[in-house]
């Protein structure tokens, strides 16, 4: 079992950054993909990026690439989105998320993650 705690949202202007920070825990979670999926309210769950905690393969959805940036501190288990230019459409809770398999990185799939934090809440003002 992988528990992840995340923190670092808030409300930022349009244009901003913030930076959120995951931190897992589990006895073989070095080994998986961990990463972030929104949700913003009336839509499904989307996938934002994903990192491979031992690797640092990265993968993001195309709507954040250039923008947001994925990375790992791997002694600490814990990943960071730093989140540039945001915009309002970037509203939404984002959750962090385990796979062990790793098949996420390519699939980019939200089902293909099997163990999820509480999720922080992002809101971007215009």
């Known amino acids: 079992q992988v528990q992840l705690v995340e923190s670092g949202g808030g409300l930022v202007q349009a244009g901003g950054s913030l930076r959120l920070s995951c931190t897992a825990s589990?006895?073989?979670?070095?080994?998986?993909?961990v990463g972030w999926v929104r949700q913003a309210p009336g839509k499904e769950r989307e996938f934002v990026s994903a990192i491979t905690l031992n690797g640092g393969m990265t993968s993001y959805a195309d709507s954040v690439k250039g923008r947001f940036t994925i990375s790992r501190d791997s002694a600490k288990n814990t990943v960071y989105l730093q989140m540039n230019s945001l915009k309002p459409e970037d509203t939404a809770v984002y959750y962090c998320?385990?796979?062990?398999?790793?098949?996420?990185?390519?699939?980019?799939?939200?089902?293909?993650?099997?163990?999820w934090g509480q999720g922080t809440q992002v809101t971007v003002s215009s």
């Open positions: 998320a385990a796979d062990p398999s790793r098949r996420v990185l390519l699939t980019k799939r939200v089902p293909d993650f099997g163990s």
């Open positions: 589990g006895r073989t979670v070095s080994s998986y993909a």
